[in-house]
């Protein structure tokens, strides 16, 4: 194994957005395993440090490539494209009049249920999203125009983060 390989090379993956994730999973276990610093205790100090080293390169790459939306961020940064979301916000005016009506919706919503047919269409928008980001990036090579669809899936998985918090306070 080598620290320096990408999170694709170190589990052993095409370097592309479809994945399978029980693959990652069972190759995530595989690693740790081979890794984990009690199997080093033998070794000294030095050998167990490394090995601790190892763990967390495998879980940082496991994190990144088990979750489509950090994929996808990590293969456009892999080719040459900067997700740099806190400084480019432009999205289309389409995107944009969605989020507001979402956010209106959220504002509005007065119970659980009303939370669960908002939270509807942004995990719709998500899907199809991510069926673009795959398209965009596997076979039409377009890291750009995948970097824009990963900083709208962005907005959504915090939107969707902001009604699992609305929730709670429902529910208090």
Known sequence: MNLQSNDF???????????????IDAQWKALQREAHPDKFAAQGAAAQ??????????????QRLKDPVSRAAY???LRGVAIDAERNTAM????????????????EAASA??????????IDYLLKQLQICEQLLDVDNNP?????????????????????????????
């Open 75 to 77: 293969l456009c940064e």
């Open 49 to 62: 440090r490394l090995a601790m080293q190892w763990s967390v390169r495998i879980n940082e790459a496991y």
């Open 113 to 122: 249920e009303d939370l669960d047919k908002i939270m509807r269409q942004p």
């Open 9 to 23: 090379a170190l589990f052993g993956l095409p370097e592309q957005f479809a994945q399978n994730r029980a693959a």
């Open 144 to 172: 750009q125009a995948a970097a824009q669809v990963v900083r709208s899936l962005m907005f959504v998985e915090r939107f969707a983060e902001d009604i699992a918090k609305r929730h709670e306070q429902l529910e208090q």
């Open 92 to 107: 289309p005016t389409e995107f944009l009049m969605q989020q507001m009506a979402w956010r209106e919706a959220l504002d």
